[in-house]
């Protein structure tokens, strides 16, 4: 049996709180810990947000579409809306980290996308992976923005080309464009960028890039020239073509040079960036460029001037050495005489080697004014016959009456001199009017009818025949006669021996006439007077039938006279 005595009662337990969290509670707490770590570094990591407009969304996607420089991504495309005037589209992205030291005003965006243009095919692969927002950053202390107008073409250069930028100032495109070529001795080293109108709307600027190491050729005496398309000239030697490319034939082209590269002159001064240069319309006005000092002149003319436009040159001896500038009608209200002004501006450095250095205008008038009472004067003369354009050519006349430079207008008056075509037309028209005042149809009439006289008193069928032949012609020679009085110039050599022939047929007739009544059947010394008439008919008859088929042939002799 049991003792109930030995038995024991259980203990009481004892309960004892224990300090501090429990370790499940270290897994939630572990959790938030990684949770704000994370969260910090989002933010942390997390660029700024700007806005880009564009004219369409075209190929952009929220969340896909990302913003890429060298193929890197630097941004995502969170959001596309349209402006709330629904004029364009309003691209929201999320730039990565960094990205605010390069947004400022010179940073731009453009959407890629398969692009066909002259300078080749860009763009490929965005057939495959979609289209991206491109992005050249903005380089220098700009200043920092949020918001940007995103560009629908591609930049021409990047901030990162090594390079300058220089402006050219022209008073028109002539062809130019973005991306047009620029050739230094047939070599292309840089690109037009653009264009914009100065502020007056008078002229264009158009900016240019030279590529490094070309930018260094480029110095403060360097001459552009327009380079589009074909340059055709007519000289000595036949015409002459000229093509700096085709690229540049069919998108426009500029090409430069500079004097003296290299050579002992050349100081190495380099062109600073964005200095300006004037853009000449040809390599010959580039040329022309070289000589700066020009000094205007007046000159009046008598007769036409058609063919002479401002711009014409001025020669001297076949060297040119100005141009016309301009050209006007002054008519006398009160004679009615009509004389043209026409302004020169000559280039003195071209007349001479000491006047280079004599920087004064009136120097330039004095040595003219030499040149002038040595016999110098202004004249009109044709340039190309093919066009009938004029030239002023200056040339010495020691022959012309004496004059001196006229200095009492606006400009100094050079004395002009009639040109060759204008001498020849009057001497034509004076000979002319002399030969409308000879009597020669009345002298023609007579001579006709005595011409009959005498064949109706000889009846000998051949003096018939040799007078009636003379007859024909000399009417041919009346309506001749007629003709020329009204419309042209004689041809004097020919005319000089119908004359003489006539003489010489008139003086026999007479004498032949008067001894007619003498005649008694067949006596021998008349028939002898009368074949030496015959003789004199015939002759005087084929010299006339010879002028006459002569002109017949040549009509233009009746104006240059008969050749050879």
Same mark, same amino acid.
């Given at each position: ?28 707490l ?81 959407? $890629?996308? #398969?692009r066909?243009? &002259?300078?080749?095919? /860009? %763009? @490929?692969?965005?057939? +495959? ?36 930028r ?8 002539g ?31 158009i ?10 050729? $480029?110095? #403060?005496?360097?001459? &552009?020239?327009?380079? /589009? %398309? @074909?340059?055709?000239? +007519? ?11 085709l ?11 500079t ?23 040809n ?40 141009? $016309? ?7 006398d ?6 004389? +043209? ?20 205008t ?20 044709t ?7 004029l ?12 004059e ?7 400009y ?45 008193l ?5 003096i ?18 007629q ?82």
């Amino acid at each position: 049996m049991t003792d109930p005595k030995s038995t024991v009662e259980p203990a009481s337990p004892v309960i004892r709180r224990r300090r501090g969290l429990p370790l499940i509670w270290l897994v939630p707490l572990v959790a938030a810990l990684i949770g704000g770590w994370l969260a910090w570094r989002t933010l942390n990591e997390r660029g700024p947000t700007i806005t880009i407009t564009f004219d369409t969304a075209e190929g952009l996607e929220p969340g896909k579409t990302r913003v890429r420089y060298r193929d890197v991504d630097v941004g995502t495309v969170q959001g596309v809306a349209v402006s709330p005037d629904l004029a364009n589209v309003i691209v929201s992205v999320r730039m990565v980290k960094g990205a605010a030291s390069y947004l400022n005003d010179r940073t731009s965006f453009w959407v $890629v996308k #398969p692009r066909l243009g &002259f300078g080749g095919v /860009s %763009g @490929l692969g965005t057939l +495959i992976s979609g289209a991206y927002i491109g992005m050249d950053p903005g380089t220098g202390n700009g200043e920092a923005l949020s918001a940007f107008r995103g560009l629908e073409e591609p930049p021409l250069i990047r901030s990162s080309s090594p390079g300058r930028r220089f402006a050219l100032r022209a008073d028109r495109l002539g062809g130019l464009g973005p991306g047009a070529p620029i050739y230094y001795r047939g070599i292309q080293v840089g690109e037009v960028v653009g264009y914009e109108f100065s502020k007056d709307w008078q002229s264009l600027t158009i900016p240019v890039f030279i590529h490094a190491p070309y930018d260094r050729i $480029v110095r #403060p005496n360097t001459r &552009f020239w327009n380079a /589009s %398309g @074909l340059s055709v000239s +007519i000289g000595p030697e036949g015409p002459t073509v000229a093509l700096e490319s085709l690229q540049s034939l069919a998108t426009g082209g500029v090409s430069f040079e500079t004097p003296g590269l290299g050579g002992p002159g050349d100081s190495g001064e380099i062109a600073a960036e964005g200095t300006d240069f004037p853009l000449y319309e040809n390599r010959n006005a580039a040329s022309d460029a070289r000589f700066t000092r020009r000094v205007p002149f007046l000159v009046h003319f008598d007769g036409s001037v058609r063919g002479l436009h401002p711009g014409s040159a001025v020669e001297f001896r076949g060297i040119r050495v100005g141009e $016309v500038t301009d050209i006007r009608l002054d008519v006398d209200p009160v004679t009615g005489e009509a004389r +043209i002004p026409v302004t020169l501006n000559i280039e003195p450095e071209r007349l001479g080697s000491d006047l280079p250095a004599a920087h004064d205008t009136d120097t330039a008038y004095a040595r003219m004014k030499t040149l002038v009472e040595q016999g110098l004067r202004a004249q009109l003369r044709t340039g190309n016959l093919l066009t009938g354009e004029l030239i002023v050519t200056l040339d010495l006349f020691p022959d012309a009456p004496k004059e001196t430079l006229v200095r009492g207008g606006p400009y100094p008056e050079l004395p002009s001199q009639p040109n060759v075509l204008d001498t020849a037309t009057k001497t034509a028209t004076d000979l002319m009017n002399e030969l409308a005042r000879a009597p020669i149809a009345e002298t023609v009439v007579e001579l006709r009818s005595t011409i009959q006289k005498a064949g109706a008193l000889i009846g000998s069928p051949e003096i018939a025949q040799a007078v009636g032949s003379l007859s024909r012609s000399l009417a041919e020679l009346e309506k001749t006669t007629q003709a020329l009085g009204s419309e042209g110039e004689p041809t004097i050599r020919a005319l000089r021996d119908v004359a003489e022939n006539t003489s010489k047929l008139v003086r026999q007739a007479e004498k032949t006439l008067s001894s007619a009544d003498g005649l008694v059947n067949s006596s021998r010394p008349a028939v002898s007077d009368l074949q030496g008439l015959v003789r004199e008919l015939t002759a005087a008859a084929r010299s006339i039938r010879g002028l006459t088929d002569y002109l017949e042939r040549h009509p233009e002799a009746l104006i240059r006279g008969k050749r050879g």
